[in-house]
Nanobody, 125 residues
């Protein structure tokens, strides 16, 4: 079993920056692909970014390209999401997820096996 705990959420103004962290425990996740998803009030959970186990491959939703950066430190069993120039529409609960069944970096929730509890990000204008 893998436990994921997100941190770093909070209130940020447009034009600012925020870094989310996802600490994994219970198992070394260096061979797991990791992803960030988000869910705004009244909306479905959606893909934000994902990274391969080695960190060599990444994928981003169009909404975050050029503003968000996903990275990982396997020595710390931690994945990050750097959010630059956030917008009010980025306001959501952000979830970290981990999976191992595919060789690609998937965008779909069903391909992830473990989920964190989420951290709230609120962007004010």
């Amino acid at each position: 079993q893998v436990q994921l705990v997100e941190s770093g959420g909070g209130l940020v103004q447009t034009g600012g920056s925020l870094r989310l962290s996802c600490a994994a425990s219970g198992r070394t996740v260096s061979s797991y692909y990791m992803g960030w998803f988000r869910q705004a009030p009244g909306k479905e959970r959606e893909f934000v970014a994902a990274i391969s186990g080695s960190g060599g491959r990444t994928s981003y939703a169009d909404s975050g390209k050029g503003r968000f950066t996903i990275s990982r430190d396997n020595a710390k069993n931690t994945v990050y999401l750097q959010m630059n120039s956030p917008k009010p529409e980025d306001t959501a609960v952000y979830y970290c997820a981990a999976g191992y069944r595919l060789a690609t970096v998937p965008l779909w929730m069903k391909e992830y096996d473990y989920w964190g509890q989420g951290t709230q990000v609120t962007v004010s204008s």
